[in-house]
């Protein structure tokens, strides 16, 4: 008889111990459990007895047989509810899908023509006529339900489905007929401007002189206005109207004004052909309108069918079924219901007669083991002399004899277990001891870590306090890893680990034997030490530790350069507890970060009142952003071509409690450190994005803002969805909207890139702000899908006064045109500037001299009077000029000479 057990490598007889170390501040204990693995020889027993094998035999035999009883008798029940189920589904299965068959046809055929006459796309003809065959498919398969169940009376139903299908394809062949008009139209205001171009009304260059008929020109303008409003009046909708608009009055009128010069050239065929366009132009206008009024009575009168049509179904067809299906449910329910008293009939008596071989078997077995069972309990307790008296079942006899010969190992075993306890304790005092090492230091460079730090940090002051030893000053150095990330994203984290270990031996080979050095966690190290108290002794060991990692590190035969920020905090000038002095570190370590990196800056109690002054901001931008202070100001763009604003600028605006307005770029940088930019630009987005909603509204229909957007948006991802679900909310459409990015954004990579190209496929412009200063690249507006370039105030700032200016900034202009790209100039803010602009043809402009920014309430009426004080600006602009405009001609032809600044 052998009795194996291990401990910490230790081989024990007889038993298995498992210590537990708790810990906790001084105290400690430990716990032996003891598990006996002993294999036991069994003595041969006097058979006694029936085997228990038998009692469980004759048990499980009369259980088996009460069970099958059972079984039987609910198995017959069970099949007869199954069948009944089965004839039911057999029956009004079919009918239930065809009437749901019938009534999703009806609603998806009624959704594909609303949609085609919506969007008006082959694609969507296709759908309608494919959702009409379903519809035609429901209805023959309700006529064959209808031939072969007892249903409701569907012929009837399927005379109004035709009649309503009918109804559709008349809308749909209307809209039809509606586009092809508006074609025509199109093509018919296209050969009125060709005609009028061909004759000479675009101009003609004449060396540096522009040379153009005002006829032709004014006719070019008044096509242009009609074409304009009668595709607004077509895209806006409405009741029908015979009277001609006012894009058509204005361009009759420049035709009649100048019908007898027009006469004599370009000759009076070519007025004839003008006239004729013009009136076929006007008669599909009708036409169009004629259509859209009938096709929105149809629609109206389409869809109450529909909604009528699917309420007959439901209350004529799928009622009268759904109340033949509950009566035949009910019969079905009753069946299961007698196979369910049937069967707790069977298993309530196969549990009497199990409850009665249990009860037998128990009795036969049970009391032999609880001898055993108090015999066990004696024995747990302590008593190693117990032992239990045999008899009973054969099987039983036998455990009563192995238990009491385990009594006896285990009163051996016990003594075994004393004679090795002692060398035990002395295994776990070891493993206390390297607890305690990893508890103070950290595992991967065997430096001291942060708690180690702080204990020792405070033992110096305390022995500075009692003014023990020599020196009576502290330095403490807080160290951090420059572009350490580096590193481990291209090296590897296990590299990095590598690093930081050789790096630790620098450091302590540095510190020798009068200074500390700690790893406070990632890359951050602190060195702490005493010195004299001369400033420049602390400086001159800072830059010793700076410079010595100049030299790299040779780390499996490559060399790694990795600087060093240093940030300086002394005793007792910058604090007079650990805690102090290591944030003052921590602050110095900032600003050396913010002066270049590689460094050291020593304390000063400035940077705490910058520190502090930068959370008060932080802390009130957040409870401004939860407060509701933040307020969006907008500037309006004017285009100088059309003479009105074609969008706004959205700005942010800090309004303080006490009513000062804060311009965001006084905040705006606290905010990107903070982590605040994804709340500030979900905000700017979600309030912008309503006025717009609100100024389509109230009256300027092509509303349009310009938001500013930041880098961290871009890497977030999913920024093109987040935008279309904005769009979707407010119900706005994608050209309501233009996004706004530096240059400096673009150096995020493709993350970027991708996130553009993510833009344009849902048809949101996107423009290039800022563009000139001082990172702009021709080849950034040529590889990104950009809709609009924004010269930054400063590319226009001497363009009234330095010719090098001026054409700068017309070659800008004419490379973005030939680009594609519009372009806006910001910072206009003098007469001449936008005089000078007003000669560069289609530009648009954003300054205060055009519109200061205002609140979201004013920028209607704003809206309404662009013209007329545009108009003011330019004419006193020209005044200011006077002379710069020579008439070479006299009467109708005049030279527009181009403005050399």
Known sequence: MVLTGRAHGFEFPGLSISPILSMGGAERHFTLHLTTTTKLPVAPARASGLPIGAWLVLGFALVIGAFTAASVVALHSTRHAMADLESMEGQFEPLSRSVHDLGDGLATFDRTVLAYLRANTRDRRAATVASAERLSLAANQMLDVDADHAAPPIPPVLQRIAAHEAQGFAL?????????AIADLESAFAALDRRVRSAGGSGIVVGDDLLARPSLAELTSAIEAARHDVLSELTRGGSFSAGPNEGESRLRQTIESHRAELAVSPGSNWLAMQTEDFDRAVKLRRRALRLGAEIEAGQTTFAAEGDALAVHIRDNVEAPAWRAFTTAAAGAQQAVAQSEQTIRTATFKAILLALLALATTAWAITWPVRRLTAGARRLAAGDLATRVLRGGARELDELANAFNHMAGELADA?????????????????????L?????????????????LLQRLNDMLEATRAERPVASHIAVLFLDLDNFKTVNDTLGHEFGDRVLTEIGERLREIAGESGFIARLGGDEFTLVFEYSGDCAEVERHAEHLVASFQRPLLI???EVCVGVSCGVAMFPEHGRDATSLLRAADVALFRAKELGRNRLCIHDPSMLVEASNRFRVEQALRKAIEGGELVLHYQP????????????????????????????????????????????????LETAAEAVSRWRREGWPDARVAI????????????????ERLLARHGLPPESIELELTETMLQTGAVTVEALHGLRLLNIDTALDDFGTGFSSLTSIERLPLSRVKLDRSVIGG??????????????????????????????????QLDFLAACGEVSVQGYLVARPVEASAIIDMVRCTRGHLDS?????????????????????????????
Do not use: K
């Open 172 to 180: 749909l062949n209307m809209q039809d007929e509606r586009r092809r």
């Open 414 to 434: 016990e003594r075994a277990v004393r004679t090795y306890q002692a060398h035990l304790e002395h295994r776990v005092e070891e493993r206390t001891l390297q």
């Open 436 to 452: 305690q090492h990893l508890a103070d230091h950290d595992p991967l460079t065997n430096l001291p870590n942060r708690r180690q």
């Open 556 to 558: 499996d035969r490559r």
């Open 637 to 684: 763009q004017v285009c100088l071509g059309r003479r009105r604003t074609i969008a706004v600028e959205a700005l942010l605006r800090w309004r303080r409690s006490d009513n000062q307005i804060v311009a965001a770029g006084e905040f705006i940088e606290i905010a990107e450190q903070s982590g605040l930019m994804l709340d500030l630009n979900d905000w700017i």
């Open 708 to 723: 500013n957007v930041s880098a961290q948006q871009f890497v977030a991802g999913n920024f093109p969805i987040d935008i």
């Open 799 to 832: 363009v009234d006064s330095n010719p090098r200016s001026a054409a700068i900034v017309h070659s800008i202009i004419g490379l973005c045109r030939n680009l594609g790209l519009q372009v806006t100039i910001e910072g206009v803010e003098r007469p001449a």
């Open 873 to 901: 600006l330019l004419q006193a602009a020209a005044q200011e000029r006077a002379g710069t405009v020579e008439d070479d001609f006299p009467g109708s032809v005049r030279t527009l000479r181009r403005n050399r600044w």
